[in-house]
């Protein structure tokens, strides 16, 4: 590779690193991290315990304790486990 193209390749990623880089308050981080379990659960348990829902619902913040409610109620005990650790 021409040292040139090598130079130019490396300036462009520097920069883009740089810029995808973004800053998260702890809460922030954590409350991303319940939304995230709480969508894959609603997906993983959508037979047992959201049937009545649309597959496609797009869980958010506020719904997470509802989710954590219904895994606990229906989901036998591997829900009632991640409904837990969704309430933490």
Request: aromatic share 10%; with cysteine; net charge positive.
């Amino acid at each position: 590779m021409d040292g040139a193209v090598k130079q130019y390749l490396a300036e462009i990623g520097r920069r883009g690193g740089a810029k995808s880089r973004r800053r998260l308050d702890s809460e922030t981080a954590r409350n991303m991290v319940r939304i995230r379990e709480a969508r894959r659960a609603f997906s993983r348990f959508h037979a047992r315990c959201f049937w009545s829902y649309d597959p496609g619902y797009r869980i958010t913040l506020e719904d997470v304790p509802w989710v954590a409610e219904q895994l606990m109620k229906n989901g036998g005990r591997e829900g009632w486990e991640l409904g837990a650790r969704l309430c933490r």
